[in-house]
């Protein structure tokens, strides 16, 4: 066995508006993980965007990792897992989601495990419970998916986004358990139906990569956002200053408190500069659909 290499897994985006708990993005916004084997297990975390009140023990990616091996009866030889990540924690960028699928690797790698794409999209969603962002850390690109009863994952993929991505990062931490304490339990039959025909036409907009529907349908999400709006920091400021930028639409990231904006490539410097001076409290990253999911790289002995 080779005894040092890299995990490489792209954060996420999900739902896009009322593609809720179906619709993902991966982001060009990596979590990495460096990995050689040792005697002993060892986490090392580079940078800001990585728990420091961690354990060996209680490691989300430790963790997820050995119980994967103990699914399929599979020991894991101990390692030194050095990580650094361009995730905010609990900002809607699906950090945990490439925690997990970053976390499957490693079990693939350390018990020998031979896992195909659809084992890894199958239990990375079942861990996180639906498949938006875990599918889209697994493939990359946009990930429009289903998952059954028995926890099987389908899904449509889609390699090439000809547009830009701009996310308004505020700081503070939206947990996801939070912005789902004030959602609905149920929507009257008019009401579903007009939100299942949006996300219906978002889907089919995406697939068809008409940029101007796809705006427009970003923003006309009824299952969730109405009901969020309320918990993120400058929200309809956000959509209006992005829409007045030349943006195609603007939704949360997730269940916040980012918001994503899909743009023109050629606007995408302009588009910057002016929502920095515009929303100063807020980190805003220019970023691009990412070329590819989860990547492991094998070097050195």
Known sequence: MMGKWQIKVP??????????????????????????????????????NVPSDTTVETHLVYSIAQQVAKQHNKPLRPCKVEMASELPL?????????????????????????????????ISSQIEGH?????????????????????????????????????????VELKTADSRGVLPDQFDRGYAVRAS??????????????????????????????????????????????????????ALSGAGP???SMIPLHVSEQFVLSMQKRFPAHKIVLTTASPSGSTVTAYGW
Request: net charge negative.
């Open 11 to 48: 954060g996420s985006t999900a739902n896009l508006g009322p593609g809720f708990d179906s619709i993902g993005l991966g982001l060009s916004l990596y979590l990495t993980l460096e990995i050689t084997l040792q005697d002993e297990w060892e986490f090392v975390h580079i940078g800001d």
């Open 90 to 122: 609990a900002r809607g960028l699906g950090s945990s989601a490439a925690a997990i699928v970053a976390a499957i690797e490693l079990a693939d790698i350390l018990g020998e495990l031979d896992l195909s794409t659809q084992d890894k999209l199958n």
């Open 131 to 171: 498949p938006d962002n875990a599918t889209a850390s697994v493939l990359g690109g946009l990930t429009i998916s289903s998952m059954d009863e028995q926890g099987i994952v389908d899904t449509l993929h889609i390699q090439e986004i000809d547009a830009a991505f701009v996310v308004f990062i505020p700081n």
């Open 197 to 250: 025909a949006n996300a219906n036409m978002l889907a089919a907009s995406l697939i068809a990569k008409d940029y101007v529907r796809i705006g427009r349908y970003m923003e006309a999400d009824l299952f969730h956002e109405p009901f969020r709006a309320q918990l993120i920091p400058n929200y309809a400021e956000i959509h209006e200053a992005a829409k007045s930028a030349g943006a195609y639409g603007t």
């Open 258 to 260: 980012t918001l994503i």
